[in-house]
């Protein structure tokens, strides 16, 4: 049974930081890229960043040299370390596990909040 399970998500103030972690299992961890989602009400979920199995990272633009994404294949768990964070990041945020071409495996999600 594959579980990825997102944490670290709450409250946050403009200009604060947050730092979410996916702690995954069930699956060869090292063979899969992560991915970080989020969604806010009433809008389509959007792609933030992604880490491949060898560690290259790519970054939507809202986000490039706000956000982090990192692994760490011998513990099985990817972070997203959010800084200067926005009113606009406010979003339930998702892990995703993705393997060429159609293995696909997605988190609860975590809530990220921010607000004066």
């Known amino acids: 049974q594959v579980q990825l399970v997102e944490s670290g998500g709450g409250l946050a103030q403009p200009g604060g930081s947050l730092r979410l972690s996916c702690a995954v299992s069930?699956?060869?961890?090292?063979?899969?890229?992560m991915r970080w989602y989020r969604q806010a009400p009433g809008e389509e979920r959007e792609l933030v960043a992604i880490?491949?199995?060898?560690?290259?990272?790519s970054y939507i633009d809202s986000v490039k040299g706000r956000f982090t994404i990192s692994r760490d294949n011998a513990k099985n768990t990817a972070t997203l370390q959010m800084n200067s964070l926005k009113p606009g990041d406010t979003a339930m945020y998702y892990c995703s596990a993705y393997r060429f071409p159609e293995d696909i495996h997605w988190g609860q999600g975590t809530q990220v909040t921010v607000s004066s």
């Open positions: 880490i491949a199995p060898g560690g290259t990272e």
């Open positions: 069930g699956l060869s961890f090292s063979n899969y890229a």
